[in-house]
């Protein structure tokens, strides 16, 4: 599918008392924080965040890797977990555009299966966009006056920048921050190099790729930047070590609970 096609739309339910947490692979295994994170600004709006044990990933390397089976058995294997009609937050946009956009079609032929996946990719939200769409969280009010002044970049992933249109909800979110500055820099929309397996199959244009995201980020003079999506922190942040840039890394949901007040709120 192109991704100019893809709807980033999303219905707008009402507010609800209970969600599920899909923390993805990569939460779950390199950046656990961040999903506690997320587990703790759901639940200071008043929700009731459940966790099905059985989740795993979401089946994007396979899929990106041409393999629709062995991610088609990934989906399958978690379309029970969901059962209740409660939005499924992800804190991942790639994610959450695996989950929304291509769940349903793994399963073309399968009617019975399409339609669960279906009925599932419509209560796919990625974090940021539940926050401000679904749940109109103001972090402003949140904010804290004795923490110091901030000056951050934002990295979008392609899937979710193009899929799931979500750097405006990470916009939102980061600039109604008070003492934090959100700057812009040149490469901004352009990939890091992780996309899943490419990273692992083109090494030296992955790496170029992230050097020239590192280095436009330090042009402006930040010395953190902030994504909701783990696979991009990941490359972006061990790239950055590598190098010895001045560039550190942390998760958006992990960014908003600290610049919020966090576990002293």
């Known amino acids: 599918m192109n991704p100019r096609h893809y709807s980033t739309g999303q219905a707008t339910p009402a507010r609800p008392t209970d969600v599920y947490l899909f923390a993805t692979c990569l939460v779950d295994l390199f950046v656990p924080q961040a ?9 200071r709006e008043g929700l009731t965040v459940h966790f099905p044990r059985g989740q795993s990933c979401c089946g994007q390397p396979a899929y990106s890797s041409g393999n629709p089976r062995q991610a088609r058995e990934v989906a399958l294997a978690q379309l029970d977990l969901f059962d209740k009609p409660w939005p499924v937050i992800v804190p991942s946009g790639s994610c959450a555009g695996m989950m929304r956009h291509h769940w349903p079609a793994l399963f073309e032929g399968d009617a019975q299966n399409a339609a669960r996946a279906s009925e599932l990719s419509e209560r796919i939200y990625e974090l940021t ?14 904010g804290s006056p004795a923490q110091p002044e901030e000056r951050v970049v934002l990295h979008t992933s392609c899937g979710a920048r193009r899929e799931m249109g979500t750097r405006v909800h ?6 109604a921050l008070p003492g934090v500055t959100r700057i812009e820099h040149e490469r901004e929309s352009e990939c890091c190099g992780f996309g899943g397996t490419f990273s692992l199959k083109h090494p030296d244009i992955s790496g170029a790729m992230v050097a020239d995201k590192i280095a ?5 003079g930040c010395e953190r930047l902030v994504s909701a ?13 590598h190098k010895g840039a001045p560039l550190t890394v942390e998760h958006l949901a992990s960014f908003l609970w600290r ?3 966090g576990d002293t709120a």
Do not use: M, P, Q, W
């Not at 436009?216 to 402006?220: L, R, V």
């Open 216 to 220: 436009s980020a330090c042009a402006t």
């Open 129 to 142: 966009e539940f926050f401000v769409r679904v749940l109109k969280v103001d972090f402003g009010a949140y």
């Open 229 to 241: 999506d783990c696979g991009c922190l990941l490359n972006i942040g061990h790239a950055a070590v």
């Open 35 to 43: 999903g506690l994170d997320a587990v703790k600004l759901l639940e």
């Open 170 to 175: 990470g916009v939102e979110a980061v600039d």
């Open 259 to 261: 610049r919020t007040g």
